[in-house]
């Protein structure tokens, strides 16, 4: 098999390549045979219609209880459960038939046992350095006393809202918008590229929001606001669960990642501007500050393939 330039280097591929100068190692969507003149159109299409499909599931029932009714959430639970089913159909028919010689779909979907530990350890972890500040935060105003209670957990897995938030919510959507979609967009995108177009499937479905929220009577100004900074908040998270799905290979990964971050809620600084010791707010300024730093230094060596067994996304000469 001949060696492309790097410039044309490609996706899908198990072996190593070597130049005369130097041997690099290449992941199974990574491929040194890639074929420059594969069409994006398909796997684009079919990640639209992985959204609409979703989106629509959520719908179908034309419920007329609010999203928090038990029986609305119970036929929700229902719906992503049948789209979950049907995602990787999408998958399986829209990648290329050469790819399955080298992994099994399984595997494409992140659900495999090498490095499967860590994929649950370290980017939780990464993820909790990132929230430093609010921990910090929970931990000044007692919760953590709270976590250690047991009745806490007992009411919090009697509550279907505790299970669609904690559970449901991110399994059925890193499934999708994830295990599903990203194999799709590697197989004509660079990883940064893919991570970087597959979140915006992710925060366009979470627009359905608008329809909810004019229903309750909010304000047009109001609901097209707290819209636009959801579609843009989910859209980053979304970039970096993507990254983290693409660096562990691992569907675990950015499933805690995502159950802790609905936990935590977006970081509210106005919980620390609240506190009345200027010195107390400076400290819990800093640690917001020192969490997103030191989140940015680990972010690329807690995510090293090479902790995770992982050849199917990344290659070690990328990032």
Request: with cysteine; proline share 6%; net charge positive.
């Amino acid at each position: 098999m001949a060696t492309l330039p790097p410039s044309t280097a490609a996706i899908f591929s198990l072996t190593y390549s070597a130049n005369t100068t130097n041997q690099r190692q290449y992941g199974i969507m990574e491929s040194t045979d890639r074929n420059t003149d594969f069409s994006c159109v398909s796997p684009i299409l079919s990640c639209f219609a992985l959204s609409i499909v979703y989106v629509a599931s959520l719908y179908v029932w034309n419920s007329p209880e609010n999203r928090e009714h038990p029986s609305t959430i119970k036929k929700r639970f229902f719906s992503v459960f049948i789209v979950n089913l049907i995602s990787p159909v999408f998958l399986y028919f829209g990648l290329d038939e050469k790819i399955f010689q080298k992994a099994t779909v399984w595997e494409l979907l992140g659900l495999r046992w090498p490095g499967f530990i860590q994929a649950i350890i370290l980017p939780l972890l990464l993820t909790m350095i990132l929230f430093l500040g609010p921990l910090s935060v929970q931990g000044l105003n007692g919760l953590w006393k709270l976590y250690t209670e047991p009745m806490y957990w007992l009411g919090s897995l009697g509550s279907l809202a505790w299970w669609r938030n904690q559970v449901v919510a991110p399994l059925s959507e890193e499934w999708t918008f994830r295990a599903c979609m990203l194999p799709l967009l590697l197989q004509c995108f660079t990883p940064t590229t893919a991570i970087f177009i597959c979140p915006l499937f992710f925060g366009v479905a979470h627009l359905h929001h608008v329809v909810e929220r004019t229903k309750t009577g909010m304000e047009l100004k109001h609901v097209l606001f707290i819209s636009c900074f959801q579609f843009a908040y989910t859209t980053l998270f979304g970039a970096y669960a993507a990254f983290l799905f693409a660096k562990t290979g691992h569907f675990v990964a950015p499933f805690t990642a995502h159950s802790f971050c609905n936990h935590m809620g977006f970081p509210d600084l106005s919980e620390v501007v609240a506190y009345k010791n200027p010195l107390k707010r400076a400290g819990l300024f800093s640690l917001f500050v020192i969490g997103l730093v030191t989140w940015c230094c680990l972010l690329t060596p807690m995510t090293n393939p090479v902790w995770f067994s992982n050849n199917l996304f990344w290659h070690k000469h990328f990032l």
